[in-house]
């Protein structure tokens, strides 16, 4: 019997909202099957399982909100029998009483964060007792249940509330604070939370390195063309699937900014699963995996990338395609932007940034010519590579734009 | 079909791929991509809607005729005909 947990969906990812079942109890399921939706702060995401198996017992209830890592699911083996008596048990009622304990369960996971479990609020809600001096950096928060219930429904920070009114909150401060969310713009505030926690966490930790290169992109831009004329409308590639080809394919020459930094070593990772930067119409932005890109030929990769962006845009993205990112392309080009200096998502280990295509003089034996050139840029992770192995990244990247054929 | 009967067209595409832009008027005489924050990804699925609801495909080599609303409106009124 397995035990299917609330996954992480990156690093930044704290809780998770069972929102749908796709699988009921005694359903087979194979591995990769989607088998539940969960809202997390990066939209609702299509939730995979790692294994072949059964579901025995779905052990939460959709609408749930839980912390990673707690159980959701059992699976057991095919010829595996069910277990009436299963010690995941005592785990599913705990969550009927924290769902009843006025929806604070996940304050209870946050305990080494915030010293607060249920009980105790409860506790100073009805008693009248007097302000209770605190210790520097923590707040007791004072609240009646009805405002706890309207930041649930508002989505409001109660951590960050209750430092601001003193750790006292009612329902007109909650309402005034959800007021003040919702003129924010730049995705949802968990969202805007999240890629701030990971963009933190990377300038504080990785001793980035930046090298950035011209690459001529006339002869790739010119064949291309030549290709889409060819091609009815449906069928056209981008400038952006073609670079993405020829990263995929710099990175199989240079493996070593591919994987992570882990337990103080880098872990080069076989598959490419470029995490490709893309915006949502809504505002924030999400880098969403085109997973195993290096067994893709030009074709498959522009249709990967079509899917991709479609879903990341509607909001149906699949779990290994948020989590599983072995190096992350940012490509700013339509925006104008000539050059990008990236901040590498950790445990990634380099990030490679793409600016715009624009023309530019270019020296051809001894003359002057204009040609298309773009700016690649390669953030590296000093710990895991040197900046060698970021120019031979570059070199390989250029080396392989000239020869768009072979893409 | 008339010029303003393409436009509407074009308008209701711009609005299906740009929803936050619903409703609001389409500036004439602007660069859509760069006035709307349309992607090479939208624009290309912009032009396919298109080409499905008016049966013009426009070649890449005359992105450059269709880069505002009022040239997209000439383009697919010329090449309708």
Request: contains cysteine; hydrophobic residues 35%; glycine residues 6%.
């Amino acid at each position: 019997m397995n035990i299917f947990k609330m996954p992480s969906l990156g690093a930044d990812m704290e809780e998770g909202t069972l929102m749908e079942w796709k699988v009921k109890e005694g359903d087979s399921v194979k591995k990769g099957e989607v088998i539940a939706e969960v809202e997390s702060n990066k939209g609702v995401i299509e939730v995979e399982i790692f294994e072949d198996g059964v579901v025995d017992k779905l052990l939460v209830e959709p609408g749930t909100t839980c912390a990673v890592g707690t159980p959701i699911a059992s699976i057991r083996k095919e010829n595996e029998t069910s277990e009436p008596q299963k010690k995941e048990q005592p785990v599913s009622t705990e969550k009927t009483v924290e769902k009843k304990a006025a929806k604070t369960n996940k304050k209870i996971e946050k305990e080494t964060k915030q010293p607060l479990p249920a009980e105790k609020e409860t506790k100073t809600v009805s008693d009248p007792a007097p302000e209770v001096s605190e210790s520097p950096g923590s707040h007791k928060i004072k609240i009646s249940p009805a405002a706890r219930k309207k930041a649930q429904e508002l989505g409001v920070d109660l951590d960050a509330l209750a430092a601001k009114t003193k750790g006292k909150i009612g329902t007109a401060e909650v309402e005034a604070a959800s007021a003040d969310k919702v003129k924010k713009r730049g995705g949802s505030d968990s969202m805007r939370k999240a890629i701030s926690a990971a963009m933190s966490r990377s300038n504080a930790e990785i001793p980035h390195y930046y090298l950035s290169t011209s690459i001529n992109m006339t002869p790739a831009l010119d064949w291309l063309a030549e290709q889409n004329e060819k091609r009815s409308i449906k069928e056209r590639i981008l400038p952006a699937a073609l670079t993405i080809r020829a990263v995929v394919k710099a990175l199989q020459a240079v493996p070593e900014l591919n994987g992570f930094w882990q337990e103080d070593g880098l872990q080069t990772s076989e598959a490419i699963n470029p995490g490709v930067a893309i915006a949502r119409r809504e505002g924030g932005l999400l880098t969403p995996a085109l997973l195993n890109a290096q067994e893709m030929n030009l074709d498959e990769t522009m249709k990967a990338f079509h899917d991709l962006i479609t879903r990341t845009r509607s909001g149906k993205l699949r779990s290994s395609e948020i989590s599983e990112q072995t190096i992350v392309i940012t490509n700013l080009g339509d925006l104008g932007v000539e050059r990008v200096y990236g901040v590498i998502y950790p445990p990634q280990v380099a990030l490679v940034g793409l600016g715009r295509i624009m023309d530019a003089p270019w020296v051809i034996g001894d003359a002057l010519a204009v040609r298309k050139v773009m700016q690649a840029t390669l953030a590296g992770d000093h710990r895991a590579t040197d900046g060698r192995t970021g120019a031979l990244f570059l070199d390989k990247l250029n080396q392989i734009l000239q020869k768009p054929e072979e893409l | 079909m008339t010029n303003e009967e393409i436009k509407a067209k074009i308008i209701g595409q711009i609005y299906e791929i740009a929803p936050e832009h619903e409703g609001e008027k389409i500036p004439e005489d602007e660069n859509i991509q760069r006035s709307l924050e349309i992607d090479s990804f939208d624009f290309l699925n912009l032009l396919t809607a298109l080409n499905d609801e008016l049966g013009v495909e426009v070649p890449e080599a005359d992105y450059s005729e269709v880069d505002t609303l009022e040239h997209m409106t000439d383009y697919f009124a010329k090449h309708m005909s």
